[in-house]
Each structure stands twice: as structure tokens, then as C-alpha cells.
T-cell receptor
Framework: ETGVTQTPRHLVMGMTNKKSLKCEQHLGHNAMYWYKQSAKKPLELMFVYNFKEQTENNSVPSRFSPECPNSSHLFLHLHTLQPEDSALYLC?????????????FGQGTRLTVV | GNSVTQMEGPVTLSEEAFLTINCTYTATGYPSLFWYVQYPGEGLQLLLKATKADDKGSNKGFEATYRKETTSFHLEKGSVQVSDSAVYFCALKTQGGSEKLVFGKGTKLTVNP
């Protein structure tokens, strides 16, 4: 248990569906991240939120829409996805403005787009 | 820009063998360095870290030393167990500026009984 909880753990969705991934952290951290982990590819940073403000969007397609309503919760809204979007989506948090702050990861949501 | 290069896998060892996974980095400034481990079906967990040159991080029998002169942070374990089978990621983070982790591609380790 790392203090970062992701739901659901598994999700199967059609290309026309709309779904959301949820991440919650109880560590008092002020920064949260979404990563995508595909088979045989490096971890890809998608979005960064610092103090609830989005500070980074690594050229992610608009069919992925993040939301950070407060410093403890982070969502990833999904719509009209493609089969190549199937991957493990990892959420992480850290305490920024703390020197050498490591990130704590959730267990991930395994997404399959059919 | 900042980057991490780690040895290509997969690595397959017998139980009690010696493990080395190489990691080198390129960074501006003086980064902190990390090893994360991902067990099957799980997210990433911090295994160990080092924050300045010549620091040695250690945990669960794993060690890595921050070598500024060779820009390396190789992971070692003297005697691996079947339960060490996982994917290992080297990562760095620099002070100031963009506060994000930069990961290597990961090295899959399989330990056979």
C-alpha cells in the first residue's frame, strides 16, 4: 500500500464509450501525475498537476482529458479512444518543493479498448 | 535534455546469482537518482535512491552508488531470489525547473529456482 489508490483496477471499453479513471492520494502531496505504460515502450508522462494547476501536457491527444478538483484527487476522462490506447495507466503523487521528493505510484488501471 | 539509459533486458538468472543492471544518465545540474521496481500486475515502488555524488542507496539487499564521474547508478544484488523477478526502472530528477521524474525503459528480471 503506497497511499495512492486507483480505481478501477481493470476497465474494458468500446471506442464510443466515455469512462473516467480515478486516482486518490492520502499522503498530503501537492503534485499528481498520469503516466501511460504500454507493452515494450518506455513509461510516458502524460500530465502533471502541481497545486491543482496543470503544469505539463506532453502532447496528449484530446480524447484524454484530465481533471484535478483538489490536491488529493485526479481524474482522467476518456472518450472515443482507439485500440492503441490500451495500456496500463499509472497515477503518481509527490511533495514538490521538497528536495529530492520521490514519487509514489498507484497500482494502475489496466485499460483495454475494444 | 535529461535522459536515462539502462541495459536492455530481459535478464534471466538462477537463484543466488549476482545481479547487475547498468544505468547511466545525462542531466543538467545535479540530479537525484532512483531505482523503482514493478512486480507483475502492480504499479511502481521506490526501491532505493541517492541524492548526491558517492551516496549509496540500499534496500532489500539491493545497492546502487551515485557515481558522478561516470554518470552511473548501477543496481546490484549479491544473491537474487525468485521473488526478485520484476521490472526495474532507473530514474532521475533534477532540482528546480520541471519537477518530473525521467525514467529509463526498464529491465525485466526473471529469477529461476
Amino acid at each position: 500500500e503506497t497511499g495512492v489508490t486507483q480505481t478501477p483496477r481493470h476497465l474494458v471499453m468500446g471506442m464510443t464509450n466515455k469512462k473516467s479513471l480515478k486516482c486518490e492520494q492520502h499522503l498530503g502531496h501537492n503534485a499528481m501525475y498520469w503516466y501511460k505504460q504500454s507493452a515494450k515502450k518506455p513509461l510516458e508522462l502524460m500530465f502533471v498537476y502541481n497545486f491543482k494547476e496543470q503544469t505539463e501536457n506532453n502532447s496528449v491527444p484530446s480524447r484524454f482529458s484530465p481533471e484535478c478538483p483538489n490536491s488529493s484527487h485526479l481524474f482522467l476522462h476518456l472518450h472515443t479512444l482507439q485500440p492503441e490506447d490500451s495500456a496500463l495507466y499509472l497515477c503518481a503523487s509527490s511533495q514538490e518543493s521538497t528536495e529530492f521528493a520521490e514519487a509514489f505510484f498507484g497500482q494502475g488501471t489496466r485499460l483495454t479498448v475494444v | 535534455g535529461n535522459s536515462v539509459t539502462q541495459m536492455e533486458g530481459p535478464v534471466t538468472l538462477s537463484e543466488e546469482a549476482f545481479l547487475t543492471i547498468n544505468c547511466t544518465y545525462t542531466a543538467t545540474g545535479y540530479p537525484s537518482l532512483f531505482w523503482y521496481v514493478q512486480y507483475p500486475g502492480e504499479g511502481l515502488q521506490l526501491l532505493l535512491k541517492a541524492t548526491k555524488a558517492d551516496d549509496k542507496g540500499s534496500n532489500k539487499g539491493f545497492e546502487a552508488t551515485y557515481r558522478k564521474e561516470t554518470t552511473s547508478f548501477h543496481l546490484e544484488k549479491g544473491s537474487v531470489q525468485v521473488s526478485d523477478s520484476a521490472v526495474y526502472f532507473c530514474a532521475l530528477k533534477t532540482q528546480g525547473g520541471s519537477e518530473k521524474l525521467v525514467f529509463g525503459k526498464g529491465t525485466k528480471l526473471t529469477v529461476n529456482p
